[in-house]
Structures are given as C-alpha cells and as structure tokens.
C-alpha cells in the first residue's frame, strides 16, 4: 500500500464512531477486512480476563443538545466526539446551568471538540467547543442521548502470517478510538500494509486489533503467549513529527536492539519503557515481561491536536505513514535474518579461499567488506553474539553481515 492508499483508508475509518465495545468496533474490522483475512473474536459481557471483566456493551444512534428554538447547538450527527463515550440513555430537559456539569470543553483550544470516555462508571456528557458553549443562553435545552448499554461482546480481530517457525512477533494496535486520525486510525492502517508485505517468514506474525487495555488484556488471557518473542504496540503512525521507540520493560530486548539500530540516520527519539501509555504496558506487566516495544511518531499526549477533533485525516499525512511503515519493514527484515550461529572451525582462521568464499566476492567494488563481513562472523559465532551484535561491534551493515552468514553457513563453517 502506497501513503496515499493508508491515507485513504484512514479517511474511510474516520466517521465510524468506536469506543472499547460495540457495532463501531465490528464496522472497523469489516473495512480493515476488505484488506487482510481476519479472525474475530467476541467475547461476552461478565468474562473474567485477568483482574478484569468484559463491560457491558455500548452502542450509540443519535445525540444532540437543542436550544429553545429547536436548533442542534450540539449533534453527534456532525462529529462523534460530541458524545461522551459510554455514555448512559438521556432524555430530559434543562436549563444550562443543570447541564453544565455534563459539558466538556477545551478553553486554551476554544475551536476544538475533546475526546472523553467513562468506560467503567455510568455517567453521561456531552462534549463541545468552548466557543460554542459560550454562545449558549440559559435554555431550556431538550437533551437526548440514544444510547444503549446492555451485555453483549467485546470484539477483537488477528491477522496470522505462518513462518517456518511457531515464534512469533506480534504488532498490535488499538481499535477503541472514535473520529481520531493519527491516535489511531493510521497505526491501524500501517498494520495493514506492513502485514500486506510480508510473505513466507521465519517468524509467524500476528496482528492484533483489539480495544485499548481492556482488548490487550483479554488477548492475553485468551492466548499462549509464550510463543511471543518479539512484538511492538503501533499508535500515533501519521502525524510530521520525529518517529519514537518507547523501549520494552527488559530494556535490552532484541526487539530493542533491531528498533534502535533501524531508527539510526532518521529523525528519532527512543525513549525508556514507563508503565504508561498503550498496549506495551499489558504486554510488559511483570508476569508476562514480554519483549514488546512502542513506535509512534510523536508519542501520546505530544502534539495539541491530542485526543481532540484536530487529530482529522487533514493531520495525517502519507508520507509521514509511508516513512513509518519503511521503518517497520526494515525491522521485520533485521529480525527475520538476527540468527546466532557457531563456528565449526574455531581453531584458527578456516582456509577460505579453497571454499570458494574469497573468489565468490572477487573483483566486486564492497569485496573488502565482504571479506571482513566473513572473518567478523567467524570471529564472533559463538552462539552467544547475535548478527546484529556482530554488525554493531564490527560497524559494518547488517546487510553485509547477514550475506556473510548465509555463504559461510551454505560452506559448512557456521552451524545454528
């Protein structure tokens, strides 16, 4: 997929209204489906998950404020954010002194709506511009939310691309937001190109789409996650800014290692493993301490338009999706080929030119970085350095080193 194609997609997914439960959530998977096979789960309201219980379901048709001449001064037709997520069923009358308490604004962004939630306790609100509160009189206003909470399922999806391997690496993004572009309708769709890419892995690759906390929490109680060697959360894809690696809890997880060693040459930050923020956090609970990280562009919280109706596809741009997802690739193809290996002949340097080894690189413009590449991976296969370790150490591509690898391990001198 091309940056404008994920950005098409994202202005696709834009108007459905998603919260951690509900027909929203469902829709999504359906488009994203059109792209990739999924396999849905739904898992029913009152489902014990961990320390957690699958919620009641919610689903919203209408919502809106009207003023005394019959006006919508607030509709959820116009955008879903207007509507506090999860909100209860309303309808009454009041004045705007009785409604205020219910009313959520931006004051330092007056021309923005905001996004709320109260997932786990009944309440109701509406959410608004601040400009558009200050021009409301004192009412009455007729108040509707038609909404319905009641049991039902929470509904997740995975995409599962075999290997030659039952290891996987796992790419997991959230699908609990409403009309939010960069947070995050374009990790959704970099998930869906990168996985569009990769065919005939080592590793097996499993993308997750499930809501936030609640969603990770139940893919981890549902699953063998024992399999997971290596995963990353993907969140915030879209937006201009610099691209960020939030390290795993480990610290020194492979994972680490492939995503700083990509980053390098790019604008970047990487930054240390906090219990805070997305999905890295579940995976990386102290019982699991799986090797996952995070990317985003700018991270959670790290750009004004956050979380309000300024985060639209006009926020997201292509290139900066296509920028993400080259970055991802190049991950995918450092961890497919990061193997350690032993040398089968540690005792001295192997004669190398009766293999054929030095021949085979003759006369070729990098044939000093071949050869070097060879003598770094026999010096260092020693089943304890990875190729990766190897291309650090020596400063040499990873490129290099890995062709080394493969030529010395088809001449009998490396072993896995």
């Not at 009189?137 to 929470?154: A, F, M």
């Not at 699908?175 to 005939?200: F, K, M």
């Not at 996650?225 to 290596?230: A, I, L, N, S």
């Not at 492979?254 to 604008?267: A, K, T």
Request: hydrophobic residues 35%.
């Amino acid at each position: 997929m091309t940056g404008e194609e994920m950005h098409a997609l994202v202005a696709r997914l834009y108007p459905l209204c998603r919260s951690i439960t509900g027909d929203g959530v469902r829709e999504t998977l359906r488009v994203v489906g059109e792209h990739l096979p999924l396999r849905i789960s739904e898992v029913p309201t009152g489902t014990q998950v961990l320390d957690w219980t699958i919620p009641n379901e919610w689903n919203i048709r209408d919502a809106y404020i009207k003023d005394p001449e019959g006006r919508r001064v607030v509709d959820f037709a116009d955008s879903n954010l207007h509507v506090v997520g999860y909100s209860v069923p309303v309808s009454a009358t009041l004045t705007l002194e009785e409604l205020r308490p219910h009313l959520h604004t931006l004051p330092e962004q007056p021309d923005l709506i905001p996004y709320r939630t109260s997932y786990y306790a009944e309440t109701w609100g509406f959410c608004l511009r601040a400009s558009t509160l200050a021009e409301m009189g004192e009412g009455p206003y007729e108040v509707l939310i038609d909404s319905t909470l009641e049991p039902g399922h929470l509904t997740y999806a995975e995409h599962v691309i075999p290997g030659r391997v039952e290891d996987e690496v796992i790419v997991s993004t959230h699908v609990c937001h409403p009309s939010l572009a960069n947070d995050n309708l374009a990790g959704i769709a970099v998930a869906v190109a990168l996985a569009r890419r990769i065919t005939d892995p080592w590793y097996t690759y499993r993308f997750i789409m499930a809501p936030g906390t609640i969603g990770a929490i139940t893919w981890l109680a549902r699953n063998r996650v024992e399999r997971v060697k290596h995963g990353l959360t993907l969140a915030c894809a879209g937006d201009r800014g610099a691209l960020t690696y939030k390290r795993s809890r480990r610290g020194n997880a492979e994972i680490d290692q492939v995503m700083s060693y990509v980053l390098r040459g790019r604008r970047h930050e990487i930054v240390d493993f906090t219990p805070y923020g997305y999905d890295e956090r579940q995976y990386c609970s102290p019982g699991f301490d799986l090797g996952v990280g995070s990317l985003t562009r700018t991270p959670y919280a790290g750009y004004p338009e956050y979380h309000t109706s300024g985060d639209d596809p006009g926020f997201v741009a292509p290139e900066a999706m296509e920028e993400t997802l080259e970055v991802l690739w190049e991950a995918v193809g450092v961890l497919e080929r990061n193997r350690r290996y032993h040398n089968t002949s540690p005792y001295g340097e192997p004669q190398l030119g009766r293999r054929g080894l030095y021949d085979s690189v003759g006369g070729r413009s990098d044939a000093k970085q071949a050869q070097m590449a060879m003598l770094w991976v026999l010096n260092l296969s020693d089943g304890e350095h990875s190729l990766l370790d190897i291309a650090e150490r020596s400063t040499l591509p990873f490129s290099a080193v890995a062709t080394a690898a493969r030529s010395l391990l088809a001449a009998g001198l490396l072993k896995e």
